[in-house]
């Protein structure tokens, strides 16, 4: 290991270890104060929930079975705490309480006294100890937030006793997060974290000064994470969303109690909406970079309906490096960026370079994306550059994991540069070029990547190169072996043609022939980690060469009909 790159894991050591020093050091003066936090005598207002409400949900958990995170547990009449959870994403759902929004599909007296009786046992039962996945930071958060939006469900008829003890557990709760929340290393927690309190100053009575305090605290983090483009600085285009869904309501519950709202609130939500339809492909799905998973369309709807901004998508988001191409029907959304920290790239995947193209309402090629529910070896497997429509070289991501437990899977090596052009070709076709360096190290070149989109739409030419560095050469047998991978969405039908060339069929009839001149294309096996149902098999298309052979390899899209 370089010397270089021993100081910056030292320092990332020191780093981590400075933090949960003062994590610590924070969570016992939250253990010393607790007893003396003030309870409000009552809520002032339930925020709205813009999520979907499924019925099924609802009718299942009134008979004791809980279908979370694609799992199902059954009480048999005993407290969903006192049992062994199905998985961590599971426990999450279950302790963030995110499933109360399903009981307003039933809100008879027996369906809001079986919830009201769960928040008790939860209060009882986790209540008085911080501490385990009840108590990570974007769990509690979630719950504070669930807890003040369906209010009226779990307090319908309730007697004072329950109703002082849920007031109590709520101030308790806004205390930990006021205490915790700048400790966490993952920015969406935080961000949420001060959603959850700028919600419950305005939801609960305080003072004037703790409500102006909770909305500038708020400020300050969306200036934080939401760049000058409008994008999240996660890279996560599934984030924008996520969080889009509790800032509406909570703008609209300072507009409606007459509160001035936070000074960047408003601004804020209008920069991320043009930001989310960059995005957006034409069939309504948003595309699957840097830890994005599938997105119901009623979801996304919910959302964009509040949408004021309007006008087409950007062709670029330079702030978030990502470009996008478009003409006719057809979408191509382009990543050419990297992590904008060591601290962010805890969920951010090794796909620079890769490209989504969707046409008319469907994507032929596109990411694997990041499974929803799955276990962590599956949520790692989908980061890897190979689970992205780009080239790898030796089998080996573009950026690398951490391997350390102690500073968890961050991004420690690989893409740290990318050059990016674009230009409207003199036949109208709108051209991006763009390099990185994350097989400068290893293996001693570039990739270079250029795409060029037909201005009506029907052809888009991509070149991949591999540029040797100065004073290596792409020949040697360090960067021999290459793989273009092309992975084609569950819903498309892929049929031979030639050895270098495949149709790629859309339910609807639309077809594009995918070619490849002079090379063999293989149909692999393939993983979509993003389906709405869970993990899914698929297919992708495999391009196998030498660097030392070929320094550049041309393929095509053209559509048929």
């Known amino acids: 290991m370089k010397l270089a790159s021993r100081r910056h894991l030292f320092y990332l050591y020191v780093r981590e270890t400075w933090r949960r020093t003062r994590r610590r050091f924070a969570l016992m003066r939250f253990r010393l104060t607790r007893s003396s936090v003030q309870v409000p005598e009552r809520l002032i207002v339930a925020p709205t929930d813009l999520r979907i409400i499924d019925p099924f949900v609802a009718e299942e958990i009134l008979e004791g079975r809980f279908p979370l995170a694609g ?85 319908q008829g309730v007697e004072s006793g329950f109703y002082r003890r849920f007031m109590k557990s709520l101030a308790v709760q806004i205390r930990y997060l006021r205490r915790m929340a700048r400790h966490s290393p993952n920015a969406e927690a935080r961000f949420r974290a001060r959603i959850a309190l700028a919600m419950a100053s305005v939801a609960m009575p305080v003072r004037a000064s703790a409500l102006r305090r909770a909305g500038q605290e708020l400020d300050r983090e969306i200036e934080r994470q939401i760049l000058p483009d409008g994008g999240h600085v996660s890279r996560n285009p599934r984030t924008a969303l996520d969080l889009l869904l509790d800032l509406l309501p909570l703008r609209q519950t300072y507009v409606n109690l007459g509160h001035d709202v936070p000074a960047k609130l408003i601004s804020g939500i209008d920069r991320m909406y043009p930001a989310l339809r960059f995005f957006r492909h034409q069939g309504g799905d948003l595309a699957l970079f840097n830890g994005a998973t599938s997105t119901l369309a009623n979801e996304l709807m919910s959302v964009l309906r509040y949408d004021e901004t309007s006008g087409q998508p950007f062709r670029s988001l330079p702030d978030l490096d990502y470009h996008r191409l478009s003409a006719g029907n057809t979408v191509v959304i382009v990543d050419t960026g990297c992590p904008q920290s060591v601290d962010l790239s805890h969920l951010a995947h090794a796909g620079c370079l890769s490209f989504e193209m969707s046409s008319g309402r469907h994507r032929f090629i596109t990411n694997c994306g990041a499974p929803k529910f799955a276990a962590d070896a599956y949520r790692q497997m989908s980061r890897s550059t190979a689970a992205h429509s780009t080239a790898v070289l030796n089998d080996t991501s573009s950026s690398r994991l951490s391997q350390s437990e102690f500073l968890g899977p961050v991004m420690v090596a690989g893409v740290s540069a990318v050059e990016v052009s674009r230009i409207d070709a003199a036949d109208g076709s709108d051209c991006l070029v763009a390099s990185h360096n994350g097989y400068a190290v290893p293996f001693g070149v570039l990739h270079e990547r250029e795409f060029r989109l037909a201005s009506n739409g029907t052809r888009l030419v991509g070149f991949d190169r591999f540029l040797p560095m100065p004073g290596r050469s792409a020949g040697g047998n360090d960067a021999r072996d290459v793989v273009l991978r092309f992975h084609i969405h569950p819903a498309i039908d892929i049929v031979p043609k030639s050895e270098d060339s495949i149709l790629l069929s859309a339910p609807d009839g639309e077809t594009w022939l995918f070619s490849v001149p002079g090379q063999v294309i293989e149909i692999a096996e393939d993983v979509f980690f993003a389906d709405s149902s869970g993990v899914r098999q698929s297919e992708q298309l495999e391009i196998a060469f030498s660097a030392a052979a070929l320094a550049e390899i041309r393929w095509e899209l053209a559509r048929q009909k």
């Not at 426990?91 to 929004?101: K, Y």
């Open 71 to 155: 799992r199902v547990l059954t009480t048999n009449g005993e407290s969903p705490f006192a049992m062994d959870m199905p998985s961590r994403a599971f426990a999450s759902r279950l302790h963030g309480f995110t499933w109360l929004r399903h009981i307003r599909a039933d809100k008879t007296d027996n369906a809001c006294s079986n919830a009201r009786a769960i928040v008790d046992q939860w209060i009882h039962m986790h209540g008085r100890r911080a501490g385990g996945v009840a108590w990570d930071l974007d769990v509690t958060a979630q719950r504070v937030i669930s807890w003040l939006s369906h209010s009226p469900v779990v307090l």
